[in-house]
């Protein structure tokens, strides 16, 4: 992926941030190319990261956490079809 950062008072900028739903239609040379707004949220932000995992932190005992696992192992060696069906 390439990243370029743009110019706030420029005419690409205004013009994205400008848009809705709709993507921008970028022509150079006679090619098209299309820009949609990213949702995702950005990675660096460390503290809503760092608020989610404290969020977490300590929801599970070290043993129903073992206990789950081992569930996982069971459930897998059992399947989820009936053993006469193929």
Known sequence: MVTLTLDPQSEIAKALKAMDSEPVVLVSNGERFRVSRDETLPSDDDEEFEKALQAVFGMLTPEEAERRIQDL??????????IDRP
């Open 73 to 82: 192992y069971r459930w897998r060696e059992e399947g989820t079809r009936p």
